[in-house]
Structures are given as structure tokens and as C-alpha cells.
């Protein structure tokens, strides 16, 4: 603005002595001549055509043929990859000094135009040359694990580790080999994401110094051993930790306590064995705890009850034994989905369970539990799936039809040799829940009449008395009506010869 006002006054000053030569036209000429040379000025003091280190291309152009093959011409194609010819999956950032850098690589089809890889697909030492560079994800470009492997590079990153924040290998079969211990020097990393590889081999203890790590994710490789207690040493900024999907083995270790920001908590899918660590409850903020198709054992200690954020408990498939009375159930009052199928648990539901009035979803199926199943379970508003068979449960469910109809499917309670649910004959169908037999009351021990068939669809029963049915199956009321029709017909039988 500055420059358009000095031009002006200039112009005008000097055209006060060929005022009269002057056209408008010309005037406008110049004055449009003007702006357009302010705004060239303007443009280039914001940095939009700063310059870019001839080093810096280089390094960039090299990083990318290692991954998409020789015949990418980088300084022909993108002469200018932080301004006017960008590449797709390329960011740059202006810094101080007035020069442009890169800040982002990301490589893979992600998008339709995306830099996808070669068939000899590799890391280029002039990758670790980008000294700026903040984020780095690499998708679905190592994806041969047949034909040929590659290992993630195992020194230089310490060259990255005054920029680096994110790195990302993603859906990479072709990438083998172990997790190099000098990621651990990556001190700036937030989040480190290498999942659906093929990466083998202990998890290094020097990831533990990552004190800035937000998001740890090592899920769908072959990673075995034991989980350092490194990680729980020294990574209070930590949200989440996903391990699943490996090869596992050995108990938790109790430093895991010491996650003290952690959301989420996946080891799932491995062989971890020995018990739940104590020191579990200190995960004040733990939304999601999920570990499931392991070998924990030791049942569920109280100080469960400490994750007073938790909504999501998934450990099914574990010998964890046990009762459920260890846990007061209402303290968990954020608790949305609990899963205990397959985990050896014996003795009574506990009706404490349901006060958790968020509760959506609850499978103790498969199990060794025992006694009655409360009907407050019944009234929990949020259910929406309740999962009860495989268990040595007894006496009568004291359901409504409206609840059998309403969770269809999604309730079961089959397998259970000495339960029952009850029948109002002289309220709606009588439809109960699948593969359950109906009470016969008035009988010791609630003998049953299997009823292999109620299901959706069947045959409407319009038994108006079935609350007294004898041994025999009959009801007296059914009988006293079957004299009196025959002796209606003797009547009518004789009055028609008189």
C-alpha cells in the first residue's frame, strides 16, 4: 500500500506539466501498471517464491526414486516442489532463515495422483539428509513379502531427531526384520505407527525414551517377547498403546501403571500370561482395556475398580477364573461394554452390575457361573445386548416378552441345563427366548418341557391356562372342557331323532 501511494503521489507531481497530453486512458494504463508491480513486491515479501537450497531438492528427488524407481525425473517433472509444481504427498514449510524445506513425506496410493512404489522399492540414504523434516508415512509400498524383504534402515535417524514427529509404516508385508533400537532417538517423536508389517523380533527397550510419544502402535506384526517395562517408565504423555495381533509372551509388567495420560490399552491377540498387575488402577483416564484371547490368569483383581474412566472391558478368551463379586460393578459408572465370555468365572452375577447405567453390551457367556440371573438386568435402559449362554445359571428368567422381543438375537441364554423362562399364556404369543424351555410350575426342581422350537414365526399358542400344568403335560381345565364338548354332542345326538 505504501509502495501504491508513493506511485501515485509520484505520477502525480509529475504530471502537472503534461496534464493536457494526458488521456484518460493513459493514466489508467499506468495506474494498473502500478498495482501490478506492487503486487509482484507484495508477493514476494510473504515468502510465496522463496527460494529452496539446491541441496534440499536434491535430497528430496533422491528420497523419492528410492521408492517409486530410477525412471522418476524429479528436477524435470517438479522443477519447483514447494512452489508451483508441488507433489502430491510433499509438504514444505518457510522457515526463518527464508527458505523453504521439507516438512512431510508420504508415499503410497493414497489418493489418485499419489507417489506409489516400485517393485524394487528402497530406503535412500538421502532420506535421513531432509533435516526438517517433521513427518514421514510410507503406505502399502513394501507389499511383497514373497519375492523379496526389506528391513527398516538401522542407523541415521538420530539425523531426524531434532524434526521428526510422526513416523508411519503402514500395511508393509515386504518390511521384515526388527525394530531398529535407534528409533529410540528419535526424542521429538509423537507418534510411532508400524502396523501390518512383517516386522519380527523383541520390541527394543530404547523406544522407553521416547518421552514425548503420544501414540505407540505396533499391532499385526510378528513382535515376540516379553512388553519392556521401559514403556511404562518413562512415557507419561502416552495415549495409546496397541500391541495387538502378535506373538507375545511373559506377564504385564507393573510399570505400566505409570501410563498415567493412557486412553486406550490394546494387547489383544497374543500370549501374555500371569496376572493383571495391581498397579492397573492408577489409569485414571483409561477408556478402552482390551485384552482379550490371551493367557491372563489370577481373576479380576479389585483394583480394577480404579479405572473409574473405562468404558470398554474386553477380556474374553482368558483363564482368568475367579468371581465377578471382587469388582463393586457401580463404581465403573462410565463402563459401556463389558466382555468376560470364555474366562473360566464362577459363581453368581452380581445385581450390583446392573447399576451401570451406561451399559450397552454384556457377554458372560461360556462360562461356569451359577445361581439366578436377577431381572434388574432387564430394566438397564441403555442394553442392547446381553449374552448369558454356556453356564450352569438356574431357576426362571423373569423377563418380559417385550424384553425378548426387543434384544431378539442379541440375548441368549441356552446351554443353561437348569433355567427356565416364565410363560404368560394370557399375554401376547408366549415366544421366550431361543433354545430355552418354558417353567413347569408346581413341579420340584422346575422340570422342564424342552421347547427346541420357540422361535420367531412359530405357531401361536392359545393355551389360556398353562401356569398348573400336571405331570402329564394336561391341564385339568383343558380336560374338564374336552367331557363337557363330548357330552354337548351325545345331546344334540339324540335330540335329532326326537
Same mark, same amino acid.
Given at each position: 500500500m505504501v509502495c501504491f501511494l508513493s506511485q501515485i503521489k509520484g505520477c502525480s507531481n509529475h504530471g502537472k506539466a503534461r496534464r493536457r497530453s494526458m488521456t484518460r486512458g493513459d493514466v489508467a494504463v499506468r495506474i494498473l501498471l502500478i498495482l501490478l508491480l506492487c503486487f509482484q513486491v507484495l508477493s514476494q515479501s510473504d515468502g510465496s517464491t522463496a527460494p529452496m537450497e539446491e541441496k534440499e531438492k536434491k535430497a528430496l528427488y533422491s528420497t523419492i526414486q528410492g521408492f517409486v524407481g530410477d525412471g522418476w525425473n524429479g528436477s524435470e517433472l517438479y522443477p519447483d516442489p514447494c512452489g508451483w509444481a508441488s507433489i502430491q504427498g510433499v509438504s514444505c514449510d518457510l522457515f526463518d532463515n527464508g527458505m523453504w524445506y521439507i516438512t512431510a513425506v508420504s508415499i503410497g496410493p493414497v489418493a489418485d495422483n499419489s507417489l506409489e512404489c516400485s517393485e524394487n522399492a528402497a530406503f535412500s540414504p538421502s532420506l535421513f539428509e531432509l533435516s526438517h523434516l517433521k513427518r514421514l508415512v510410507i503406505f502399502d509400498c513394501f507389499s511383497s513379502p514373497v519375492n523379496r524383504t526389506t528391513d527398516i534402515p538401522s542407523q541415521d535417524w538420530n539425523k531426524l531427531s531434532s524434526s521428526l514427529e510422526t513416523l508411519e509404516f503402514r500395511s508393509n508385508r515386504g518390511i521384515s526384520g526388527q525394530i531398529p533400537p535407534v528409533l529410540g532417538q528419535l526424542v521429538n517423536l509423537q507418534s510411532l505407527i508400524l502396523t501390518q508389517n512383517s516386522l519380527s523380533g523383541e520390541i527394543p527397550r530404547e523406544l522407553g525414551n521416547l518421552a514425548r510419544l503420544k501414540r505407540l502402535t505396533l499391532s499385526y506384526n510378528q513382535l515376540s517377547g516379553r512388553v519392556p517395562a521401559s514403556l511404562g517408565e518413562n512415557l507419561g504423555d502416552l495415549l495409546i498403546i496397541d500391541i495387538s495381533s502378535n506373538s507375545l509372551t511373559g506377564p504385564l509388567p507393573s510399570s505400566l501403571g505409570g501410563l498415567a495420560s493412557l486412553l486406550k490399552f490394546d494387547l489383544s491377540n497374543n500370549f501374555l500370561s500371569g496376572n493383571l498387575p495391581l498397579e492397573l488402577c492408577k489409569l485414571?483416564?483409561?477408556?478402552?482395556?482390551? @485384552?482379550?484371547?490371551?493367557?491372563?490368569?489370577? =481373576?479380576?483383581?479389585?483394583?480394577?475398580?480404579?479405572?473409574?474412566?473405562?468404558?470398554?472391558?474386553?477380556?474374553?478368551?482368558?483363564? @482368568?477364573?475367579?468371581?465377578?463379586?471382587?469388582?463393586?460393578?457401580?463404581? @465403573?459408572?462410565?463402563?459401556?461394554?463389558?466382555?468376560?465370555?470364555?474366562?473360566?468365572?464362577? =459363581?453368581?452375577?452380581?445385581?450390583?452390575?446392573?447399576?451401570?447405567?451406561?451399559?450397552?453390551?454384556?457377554?458372560?457367556?461360556?462360562?461356569?457361573?451359577? =445361581?439366578?440371573?436377577?431381572?434388574?438386568?432387564?430394566?438397564?435402559?441403555?442394553?442392547?445386548?446381553?449374552?448369558?449362554?454356556?453356564?450352569?445359571l438356574t431357576g426362571e428368567l423373569k423377563f418380559s416378552e417385550e424384553f425378548y422381543e426387543r434384544m431378539g438375537t442379541r440375548f441368549s441364554s441356552w446351554n443353561n441345563p437348569n433355567l427356565c423362562y416364565r410363560f404368560e399364556a394370557d399375554n401376547g404369543t408366549g415366544e421366550g427366548p431361543e433354545r430355552v424351555s418354558k417353567c413347569r410350575y408346581g413341579v420340584k426342581n422346575f422340570a422342564h418341557d424342552l421347547d427346541l422350537g420357540n422361535r420367531a414365526g412359530r405357531e401361536k399358542t392359545t393355551h389360556k391356562c398353562l401356569d398348573c400344568i400336571d405331570s402329564t403335560g394336561i391341564s385339568a381345565s383343558s380336560s374338564s372342557s374336552s367331557i363337557v364338548g363330548f357330552l354337548w354332542i351325545v345331546t344334540l345326538f339324540l335330540m335329532s331323532f326326537m
Open positions: 485414571k483416564k483409561l477408556t478402552l482395556l482390551d @485384552l482379550r484371547n490371551n493367557n491372563i490368569s489370577g =481373576g479380576l483383581p479389585p483394583s480394577l475398580q480404579g479405572m473409574i474412566s473405562l468404558q470398554y472391558m474386553i477380556l474374553c478368551n482368558n483363564p @482368568l477364573g475367579g468371581s465377578m463379586k471382587q469388582i463393586d460393578w457401580k463404581i @465403573l459408572k462410565n463402563l459401556t461394554h463389558l466382555d468376560l465370555s470364555n474366562t473360566s468365572l464362577v =459363581g453368581d452375577i452380581p445385581s450390583s452390575i446392573a447399576e451401570s447405567k451406561k451399559m450397552r453390551f454384556i457377554a458372560l457367556d461360556s462360562n461356569r457361573l451359577s =445361581g439366578f440371573v436377577s431381572v434388574k438386568l432387564a430394566a438397564m435402559s441403555n442394553l442392547c445386548a446381553l449374552y448369558l449362554h454356556g453356564n450352569n
